[in-house]
C-alpha cells in the first residue's frame, strides 16, 4: 500500500500521446498470455488456434496503429508524462513506420517459424511487439533516460529474435554476436548520457541544452560517447561490423524487421540530440563526426557489398550504405526532417520487401540465397521475382520506384540548403550501389527455364502462404504507389 | 489529356501484357501500339490544346506532368510505337516467354513516347532512367548469349553519365537562389546564366553523349548491338540512340544555348571523330551485327555534328536525319531480326548469295542499304545535306572530314549487302523467303523513307517553325 501512495500521477498525463505505448504493451502481453495457455512439450488438440488469434490480433490492432498515426495531428507538438515524453510530428511518422515494419513482420513470420518446425509463433510475435514498443518509446523520448530505457527494451527483444531458431548455429551465433556488441554500445551510449548529466545537471533534453553546460570538455566527450552508442544502431562506419552477421544469421524476417525499424528509432534519438545539442562546440564536433562517417558509410557500405555472395549480407552493407545517406539529414537539420522521413519511408518498403523476398526464395529452394542461385529465378518464380526486382530498383533509386522520389528529395534539399558535398556522395554511392542491386535484379531474368535448378526440392508445405504474399506485396504496391504519387504522402508528413 | 495517353496506355498495357499468358500478348502488344499511332496521327490532326498536357504532380520539387506534342518530337513520337509495332512482328516466332517480350518492348515504348514528349526537365530524366529498365529485362533475358554480362556493362556505362545528369537536375532545381523550384523547360528557358551554363551542362552533356554514343563513350555498343535479340536492337538502334540526341538538342537549345554554342566547335571535332572512327571500324568488321552498330554510331556522329553547328539548317537536318535515321537503321536491324528467325549465323564470311533463296529480302534489304547510305530520293540525303550545308560556312575543314564519313558509308553498307546478299553461297541451310507479314514489316520502313526522301518539307516545316521559336 505504501509503494501504491508513493506513486504519483504524473500531472500532464496525456493519453492521447500515449496510445501506442499502451496498445503495444497489452499486445505484447496478450500474446504471451495466449501462448502461455499450452503445456511445454504437449501437442495442442485439435486446432490450433492461438496462432491465428495472435496474428490476427496483432495485425488489426497495428493496422488501428498505424490509422490513429495517421489521423492523429502531430503539428502541434506537445510534452507528457512528467515531460519525459514528446509528441510531434517526427514521433508520429517514426512511430507510423515502426508499426508498419511490426506488421510487416508478423505477417510474413509465421512462415518462417513453420518452416524450422518452431511453434512458438505467439512468442515471436510478443517479442516484435515488445520490441516495438522500445523503438516508439526511443522516438518519443524527450529525455536520455527514456532513450535508453527504449533502447534497451528493444534490444533485448531483438537479441532473443536473432537467436530465435537456437537449432541453427548461424542464428545462435547471430544473436550472441548482436547481444555482446551492442550490449557494449549500449554501454558506451549509458556512459554518455552520464557525462552529459554530469555536465549539464538534468536528463531532460530541453533543460541540457538551456543549462549552458554544453560547451565543456565532459560535454564533448559525452555527446562524442552517445554519437557511438547510436550510430551502432544505425550500423555505420566504422560501427557496422555486426550488421552482415547478425543479419545472415538471424531469421530472415527478424533481419527485416530490424533492419529498418531499430535504424528508425535511432535516427529519430539522433535527430533530437542534434536538435538539442546542435549549439556550442559538442554539437559542432557532432556535426564533424556525423559528416565524415556518413561519407564514410555511403562509400564502405557500397563497396563491401559489391563483393558480397550472399543476398542478406548484400543487404546488410546496402543497409549500412543507406544509413549513411540518411544521415544527411540530421547533418544539415534546417528544413531536412521531411525529406529524412520520406527517405526512411521509401528505404522501409523496398527494405524489408527485398528481404521478405529474400525469405521466400530460401523457402522455394530450402537454403541460403545467394546471388548465384537467384539467376533466371523469374522463369521458375515469376511474381517472387518480379516483387524482388522491384524492390531492389526502388533501393538503387531508379525510376519510377519510391527509392528514385525520396534520393530526389534528400538530395534537393541537402543542395538547397547550399551543402554539395553530401549529395556528391551520395549519388557516387548510388552508383557503385547500383550495380549490385540492379546487378541482382538483371540476372533474375536472365537464363531460360529449360535450365534444371540446382538444389533440394522445397516440401510443399514449406511454400509460402498468403500472408507472407501479403507482406510482400504491400511493399511492392508502397514502393510503387510513393514512387508514382508521392505527393499525397509527401503533403502530409 | 489525350497526350498523357500516348505515355499512360503502353505502360499500363505493358504492365498488363507480362500477367498474360503465352497466347495472344503479342496480338495485345500489336494492338496497343496500333491505337497508340492512331491517337498520336489524331493528335496531330486535331486542335492544338489538345496536344499539350500539364498538370501540377509533386509541386515541392519542381516535377509537373508536363507533355506536349511539338515540332521538335513529332517524328520521333509517331516513329516509336511504329518501330516497336515492327519490332515486336519481326521477333523470334518461338520464345519461351513471349508474354514478357510484348510487355517489355510496351514498357519501354512508353517510356520512350514520354521521353520525346516530356517539356519539364525532371520528367525528362525520370523517363530517362526508366527506360533503362525494360531495356536491362529485355537484353537479360532475351539475349542470343551473354545476356547478363552485356545488361550489366550497358547499364554501367548509362549510369555513370546519367546520375551525374541526375546532380545536375538537382542543382537546376534547388540551387539556393531559386524561391519556388521548377523544372518546367518554358520556365528554365533563358534562366541559367550564361558562366552556369558551362559548368552544368558537363552533366547532361555525358548522359547525352554516352546515350547516343559518341566516341569515347561507346564502349557498351558493339557488345550490346551484338548479342541483344535483333527486335530489340531495333528499337535501341532506331530510338533509343535517339534520347540522346534529342536531349542533347531539347535540354540544350532550351536551357543551355549560351553553353551549347560554346561548346559546339569542340562538341563538333568530337562528332567528326565518331563519324570517321565509327566508318573505319564498319569497314574492318566481320559480324552482320557489328557492322551496322558500327555504321549507327557513324551517322550519329553526323546527327551531333548538326546538332552543335548552331546554325538552323544544321539543327533542322539533323532532327529530321533522327528520324531518317531511326527508320533506315531500325529497317536494317528488321532485316537482321528475319534473319534471325531463320537461325542465321552472325559472321559474315558464312553467308553469300543469300538473294537466290531470298530474292524479296534482298531487294527490299538493297532500299533500306541504300537509305542509310544516304541515296538521292531517300529518307537520309535531306537531312544530310542539310547538315552539311550548315556546318559548311562556320566549320569547312570538319564538314569536309565529315563528308568522307558518307563516302566510307557507301563502302562499309554496301560491302555488307555484297557479301550477305550476293557472291559465292554460305554455309548456311537454304532458308525460306520472306512471307507477306515479313514483306509487310520492312515495306513500312522503305515507305517512310520514300516519304522523307520525296517530300521533306512535308517534315521540316514543324520542325523549322519549332526552331524559329527556339533560336
Known sequence: MLLLAQLQIPSDLNLLGLVPIIVLGLLMVVSLCLELRDEPGVEPEGTDLARPAVLGLGAVTLIGLIAYYFKFNGDNAFYHFNQMLVFDRLTQVSGLLIAVCALLAILAGPDELERHRNTRGGEFCALIFSASLGMVMMASAASTMVMFLGLELFSIALYLLCIFFPDSSASRESGMKYFLLSSAASAVLLYGFALLYGATGSTWLVEMSDSGGLGGPLAVVGTGLVLCGLLFKLASVPFHFWAPDVYQGAPTTVTAYMSVATKVAALAALWRMVEYLGAGIAGQLAHLILFSLAILSMLVGNFLALSQKDLKRMLAYSGVANGGYLLIAPIIYQDMQRPMLFFMASYLLGNIGAFLAVAQIEALQSGPAERSSVVGLFHRQPWVAACFAICLVSLAGLPPMAGFMGKFLLFGKAIQAGNLILPVFGIVGSLIGAVYYLGTAISLFSGSAEEPFEGDEPRAEDAPTSTSHAALAICCLGVLVLGVVPGSFLSWL | ?471
Open chain 2, 1 to 471: 489529356m489525350m497526350v498523357s495517353l500516348l505515355v499512360g496506355l503502353p505502360v499500363v498495357c505493358g504492365l498488363a501484357a507480362y500477367l498474360m499468358k503465352e497466347v495472344g500478348s503479342r496480338g495485345f502488344a500489336l494492338l496497343v501500339m496500333a491505337i497508340q499511332m492512331g491517337i498520336a496521327v489524331s493528335l496531330m490532326e486535331g486542335a492544338e490544346a489538345a496536344r499539350r498536357v500539364h498538370q501540377v504532380w509533386i509541386p515541392e520539387l519542381g516535377l509537373n506532368w508536363s507533355l506536349a506534342l511539338d515540332g521538335a518530337n513529332v517524328l520521333l513520337v509517331l516513329l516509336t510505337p511504329l518501330l516497336c509495332f515492327l519490332a515486336v512482328l519481326a521477333a523470334p516466332r518461338e520464345l519461351e516467354n513471349p508474354a514478357g517480350l510484348a510487355g517489355g518492348i510496351l514498357l519501354l515504348n512508353g517510356f520512350l513516347s514520354g521521353l520525346f514528349l516530356a517539356q519539364n526537365l525532371g520528367l525528362f530524366y525520370l523517363f530517362f532512367e526508366a527506360m533503362l529498365l525494360p531495356t536491362l529485362m529485355l537484353v537479360s533475358a532475351y539475349a542470343r548469349k551473354e545476356g547478363p554480362e552485356t545488361a550489366l556493362k550497358f547499364l554501367m556505362f548509362t549510369l555513370v553519365g546519367s546520375l551525374p545528369m541526375l546532380l545536375g537536375v538537382l542543382i537546376l532545381a534547388y540551387s539556393p537562389d531559386v524561391a519556388a523550384p521548377n523544372l518546367d523547360f518554358e520556365s528554365l528557358q533563358g534562366k541559367v546564366p550564361v558562366h552556369r551554363q558551362i559548368y552544368l551542362f558537363f552533366p547532361f552533356l555525358l548522359a547525352f553523349l554516352v546515350k547516343m554514343p559518341m566516341v569515347p563513350f561507346h564502349g557498351w555498343l558493339p557488345s550490346l548491338y551484338r548479342n541483344s535479340p535483333a527486335c530489340v536492337t531495333v528499337i535501341i538502334a532506331g530510338l533509343m540512340s535517339k534520347a540522346g540526341t534529342y536531349g542533347l538538342m531539347k535540354v540544350g537549345l532550351l536551357v543551355f544555348p549560351g553553353a551549347l554554342n560554346q561548346l559546339g566547335p569542340s562538341l563538333g571535332i568530337l562528332a567528326v571523330i565518331t563519324i570517321i572512327y565509327g566508318a573505319l571500324s564498319a569497314l574492318g568488321s566481320d559480324s552482320l551485327r557489328e557492322i551496322l552498330a558500327y555504321s549507327s554510331l557513324s551517322h550519329l556522329g553526323m546527327i551531333a555534328f548538326g546538332l552543335t553547328s548552331s546554325t538552323a539548317n544544321g539543327i533542322a537536318g539533323a532532327t529530321l536525319q533522327m528520324a531518317a535515321h531511326a527508320v533506315a537503321t531500325g529497317g536494317l536491324f528488321l532485316v537482321v531480326a528475319l534473319l534471325e528467325r531463320r537461325h542465321m549465323p552472325d559472321r559474315m564470311r558464312r553467308f553469300g548469295g543469300l538473294a537466290e533463296f531470298m530474292p524479296r529480302l534482298a531487294a527490299l534489304a538493297l532500299f533500306l542499304t541504300l537509305a542509310s547510305l544516304g541515296q538521292p530520293g531517300l529518307g537520309s540525303f535531306p537531312g544530310e545535306l542539310m547538315i552539311l550545308t550548315g556546318t559548311w560556312p562556320a566549320q569547312t575543314l570538319l564538314t569536309v572530314l565529315a563528308t568522307l564519313g558518307i563516302v566510307l558509308a557507301a563502302a562499309y553498307l554496301l560491302r555488307w549487302y555484297q557479301r550477305v546478299f550476293t557472291g559465292p553461297i554460305g554455309t548456311y541451310r537454304e532458308p525460306q523467303d520472306l512471307d507477306s507479314l515479313e514483306t509487310f514489316v520492312l515495306l513500312v520502313p522503305i515507305t517512310v523513307t520514300l516519304l522523307i526522301g520525296f517530300c521533306p518539307a512535308l517534315f521540316l516545316t514543324p520542325i523549322q517553325t519549332w526552331l524559329e521559336g527556339v533560336l
